[in-house]
């Protein structure tokens, strides 16, 4: 696992906003690493939970155990345009919080309505801060529902497509925000597990 710690992100080269996204997005791949082929994964209690505000709280849980010094991690605070967004990721070196958009892909979410949420909600609501420039949209799958695909731009996708094709449909209406530098996806599979202890 990595281990990059440092303990003021004033410092960084490429702005305060944009190491505390990219802090944040190394947290959730490592934590999509150890739920997904983490021999001590606890990837059956997590698939038992039901309900978007339980896995919040399990990731928001994670994300303040693994940022420690880097920054801190609240949910659904209000921002002050009144907006909430369903976790955010703070640092009181950072003038601004990067939001994190949460979606139990099991609840129904189509691939239209995700596009919609990521460009009207976590871009167009959470990100119109001052200084907010960075947001993440994390997809969990636990497998309550049958395998689906989502149609992302007119293309049925799978699970393992998914993260990449919405990263593409933001990418082809990023110049509509210029304001926005960047947007990360990450999918957690949680039947990925199971099915390698099944192998």
């Not at 209000?78 to 909430?84: D, G, K, S």
Request: with cysteine.
């Amino acid at each position: 696992m990595r281990t990059h710690r440092i303990a003021h992100i004033s410092a960084f080269r490429a702005g305060p906003n944009r190491e505390l996204f990219e802090q944040g997005v190394l947290q959730l791949q490592e934590l999509k690493h150890w739920l997904e082929q983490g021999n001590e994964s606890p990837y059956a209690a997590w698939k038992a939970v039901k309900g978007e505000t339980k896995i919040r709280g399990l990731v928001a849980g994670e994300l303040n155990r693994r940022g420690k010094t880097l920054f801190r991690c609240a949910q659904e605070n209000e921002f002050p345009n009144r907006q909430r967004p369903d976790i955010w990721l703070l640092n009181n070196d950072v003038p601004a919080p990067v939001p994190i958009e949460l979606k139990v892909l099991d609840e129904g979410w189509s691939g239209p309505k995700l596009c919609e949420r990521l460009r009207n909600q976590l871009v167009g609501d959470y990100l119109r801060e001052d200084g907010a420039e960075c947001g993440i949209m994390l997809l969990v799958w636990q497998g309550r529902a049958a395998a689906k695909q989502w149609r992302i731009d007119g293309k049925l996708v799978s699970l393992d497509e998914l993260a990449d094709a919405l990263k593409r449909y933001w990418s082809s209406i990023a110049n509509n925000y210029p304001g926005v530098s960047a947007i990360d996806v990450v999918v957690i599979d949680l039947t990925r597990r199971a099915s390698k202890a099944d192998d």
